[in-house]
């Protein structure tokens, strides 16, 4: 944000800088956002979900922040994630072909408040 970068302008940056790929708008389909209040008690997120329609040929190269792996969706459930991404990001990444998403979080409280704010069946 701090560059005035759209949100589809850092997702090919960041893709780009992680896994080496050069991407067009067109290669990827927005599905939803998740907006988090007072995150860890200190801050606020703003993510925005991208599918990305380019096939990934091969496993990226690692780099400094980690390396890569690919795993089905039902894998998904059975690994360590953040407990934030396992209630805001993947319920909804499994209904992203009925619509656009948007959903709040209010982490005020140790059980965050979650609040569809816009989504297909409203």
Avoid at 8 to 21: P, S
Avoid at 85 to 90: A, F, I, K, P, Y
Avoid at 111 to 120: D, H, L, S
């Amino acid at each position: 944000m701090e560059i005035g970068e759209s949100p589809l302008e850092c997702a090919c940056r960041e893709a780009e800088e992680e896994t080496g790929l050069q991407l067009k708008f067109s290669d990827f389909k927005p599905f939803g956002y998740v907006s988090e209040k007072n995150y860890e008690g200190d801050s606020h997120w703003l993510m925005f979900l991208f599918d990305c329609l380019c096939p990934i040929e091969s496993k990226p190269k690692d780099f400094d922040e980690g390396c890569y792996e690919f795993f089905c969706r039902q894998e998904i459930d059975k690994i360590k994630i953040p407990p934030s991404d396992s209630r805001l990001v993947w319920p909804f990444y499994d209904r992203r072909k009925e619509g656009f998403w948007g959903i709040q979080a209010d982490c005020n409280q140790p059980e965050p408040k979650i609040r569809i704010e816009a989504g297909p069946n409203l």
